[in-house]
């Protein structure tokens, strides 16, 4: 597929800035620099994203767009866990990663995909991943559903891009439409696991899918990366959600019943409160009054994400900060609680004003060790709080 000099060269400069080598090309006539410019570029790409990739001699990757599209390391082998039985097919294989994690753990896995370039990339890269087994099919995933065997698991990651290049959420303007396939993927395995876009309205997608069994909403350093859902053949009842950010994870029922999380009533005292913002995966969910009853928390509004507690509440699921100072808009209260602050890391929640409208309010810069949050309180007060994390607790990049 490459040439011997054009792979030494990508050995050679593996670690050398992309843009400099292409303002270089001609000093190496021998070389095909638009391919090698593209494997430095994907090997340096997944050295953060699929490191264990990065580590295997002759991985081949694609152009920028299926790199950009694939999932990350961290999340295929949470996907892999998902899989049941002995046999997998990945309608959507795209740049195969999601698939070289799943088929680790079964004994057949087709890996089907409608772009000849990525199957020649799969049929290159599976065998050097472990997986000389793995079939190669270059087929439309409609297609292939409609005449396969039944295996025990079917994965799907739709395309969320319009002809245009344009992003889209909807399943119904996802190629393919799982709603629409959904009676024959259940025909052809007894469990399903699709792949949406956080953006998608959790509760919209569970109305268009049938037999969801398992929700899980998966965010990665305190981004929401993707929502997946795990369809099983006969499932019915309560459905499960799993909020998962690294090693934090909250489940609950969807039908679970819970008496109204109790609202702060500015009863308690404002310095040395504490103060907890959920993680990305839980404000996905919306399940924050859930997440306050069960540990004990107060909200600082049924419209806010953010609850307090004058004790800390070990293993909450996002960070916990430590009040410092509380004020509401008033100028000469906000002088007092930013007295020599210049820096401040700026949110709001629930606030009359975005972020940077309340760091320009407040004349501070962002950085430092200081958090502000602007919020809005079960009285309908706009109240500002000055905080600073909680020693070992989740900090996202």
Request: hydrophobic share 40%.
């Amino acid at each position: 597929m490459i040439d011997t000099a054009t792979l030494r060269f990508v050995q050679e400069h593996e670690h050398d800035d992309v843009r400099r080598l292409a303002l270089q090309a001609a000093r190496w006539p021998d070389v095909d620099m638009a391919a090698a410019l593209q494997q430095i570029a994907g090997l340096q790409v997944a050295r953060i994203k699929v490191p264990t990739w990065a580590t295997v001699d002759g991985i081949l990757y694609p152009p920028h767009l299926s790199l950009e599209q694939c999932s990350s390391e961290q999340t295929a082998r949470y996907k892999a866990a998902l899989v049941q039985g002995a046999s997998l097919c990945d309608l959507t294989g795209g740049l195969g990663v999601d698939f070289a994690f799943m088929a680790q753990g079964v004994e057949q896995a087709t890996y089907v995909e409608r772009q000849p370039h990525l199957c020649e990339l799969a049929r290159h890269n599976l065998p050097l991943l472990g997986l000389p087994q793995a079939r190669v099919e270059c087929a439309d995933a409609v297609d292939h559903l409609r005449q396969m065997e039944p295996v025990d698991t079917i994965y799907l990651d739709p395309a969320r891009r319009d002809l245009a290049g344009n992003r889209v959420y909807a399943l119904s303007d996802c190629s393919p439409d799982v709603s629409v396939l959904a009676p024959t993927l259940l025909q052809k395995a007894s469990t399903i696991i699709v792949k949406l876009s956080p953006m998608l309205d959790l509760h919209q997608a569970l109305q268009q899918l049938p037999c969801v069994e398992q929700v899980h909403i998966v965010a990665v350093r305190g981004e929401c990366k993707e929502m997946l859902m795990v369809m099983r053949r006969g499932a019915g009842g309560d459905v499960a959600v799993h909020c998962v950010n690294d090693s934090m994870r909250f489940s609950y029922a969807l039908g679970e019943s819970c008496p109204p999380a109790a609202v702060w009533h500015e009863t308690l005292p404002e310095q040395g409160l504490w103060l907890y913002e959920p993680n990305a995966a839980i404000m996905k969910a919306g399940c924050h009054e859930l997440l306050a009853t069960r540990m004990g928390l107060q909200v600082m509004s049924h419209d806010s994400h953010l609850m307090v507690g004058e004790q800390h509440a070990e293993g909450f699921p996002g960070r916990t900060f430590r009040v410092e100072a509380v004020s509401t808009m008033n100028k000469r209260e906000l002088r007092t609680l930013l007295q020599e602050i210049t820096h401040a890391n700026v949110a709001v929640r629930n606030f009359p004003l975005r972020a940077p409208e309340l760091a320009r309010r407040l004349k501070v810069k962002d950085g430092g060790d200081t958090y502000i949050f602007g919020t809005t309180t079960a009285t309908g007060r706009h109240i500002i709080l000055r905080a600073k994390l909680a020693p070992n607790d989740f900090l996202p990049p």
